[in-house]
């Protein structure tokens, strides 16, 4: 099991040691892949991040042997040709084999339905990605419910980012407040079949009550705190329900493995579950 030292020393390391450091994993997690589910390419709109360009973002990846990432594009939060950002990150997206492109979808734009189908049909992407707080509409817009039912109907997944940033540190002149999470049950009731990832969620242990038995809901790690939380996180949710996710570029993705492994709490089959297993059967359930 690695610790806080081996992740960020392994993670700095070049790549001849990146074998070694798959290899630790594999003691735990007996040689499965690691899957983010939570990564942007393209760059932050507010300041550069230091592994905003594609190629940097998928060598720390090899580095620290996180073998698939699932992808939307930054450019999605303030460009209003949704169709072209998604069709850039198609492209990029064939040029790695860890990325998985998930695209972006505008609930404020006349034409998102068309971009859904091409994101799902034509790019033969798995999901898409929701950015309520930047496009202007809350969960209990009926909006969201036409998205639900088309996307369950195309047989893609739905990512709602809760939150990008901390609202501390956000642009006096553009602030995104945290998704508003209390209209989801009622809308995950009304439409049947449809996967819904809520990422960056930071959320209370009485709210969670309310979430945790919702069908096909599932949570990432990206804005967990503290060494257990993970841990605490799947004993609440279930480890079926919980998928690793970093935020890269935003955040380093060392973080998210080091909160994750370094609890030591999670038994292997909980870990493989995290890792990738939930992953992989979300996108096999789509088949």
Same mark, same amino acid.
């Given at each position: ?184 049950? !009622?809308? /995950? ?5 449809? =996967? +819904?990832?809520?990422? #960056? *969620? ?5 709210? %969670? ?54 609890? !030591?709490? /999670? ?5 493989? =579950? +995290?890792?990738?297993? #939930? *992953? ?5 359930? %789509?088949?």
């Amino acid at each position: 099991m690695l610790n806080r030292r081996q992740v960020i020393q392994l993670g700095f390391s070049s790549a001849s040691v990146a074998a070694t450091k798959r290899d630790a994993i594999g003691a735990t997690v007996s040689g499965e892949q690691i899957i983010d589910t939570n990564a942007h390419l393209s760059q932050w709109p507010f300041r550069r991040l230091p592994l905003d360009q594609v190629e940097k973002l998928v060598n720390k990846y090899r580095s620290l042997g996180i073998t698939q990432a699932w992808v939307s594009s930054f450019d999605g939060l303030l460009h209003r040709d949704i169709t072209s950002v998604n069709e850039r990150l198609a492209a990029q997206a064939k040029i790695f084999d860890e990325l998985i492109p998930i695209g972006v979808i505008n609930l404020r734009l006349p034409d998102w339905a068309s971009d859904l189908q091409r994101c799902c049909k034509y790019h033969q992407m798995p999901g898409v990605r929701l950015f309520p707080s930047y496009h202007n509409y809350g969960l209990d817009d009926p909006v969201v419910l036409e998205l639900f039912r088309r996307a369950a109907d195309n047989r893609c997944f739905v990512q709602v980012v809760v939150a990008l940033e901390d609202a501390r540190t956000q642009h006096q002149r553009f602030r995104a407040e945290d998704v508003d999470l209390n209209p989801l049950p !009622d809308a /995950l009731s009304r439409v049947e079949g449809v =996967a +819904v990832q809520l990422l #960056n *969620a930071r959320i209370a242990a009485d709210r %969670l009550s309310d979430l945790k038995n919702l069908d096909r809901l599932y949570f990432d790690t990206a804005r967990v705190d503290s060494t257990d939380g993970v841990p605490k996180l799947v004993e609440q949710v279930h480890a079926e329900r919980v998928m690793l996710g970093t935020h890269a570029p935003f955040l380093i993705p060392e973080a998210a493995l080091i909160r994750t492994y370094e609890s !030591d709490q /999670l038994d292997d089959a909980s870990l493989r =579950a +995290v890792l990738a297993g #939930n *992953a992989n059967q979300l996108i096999a359930g %789509l088949a």
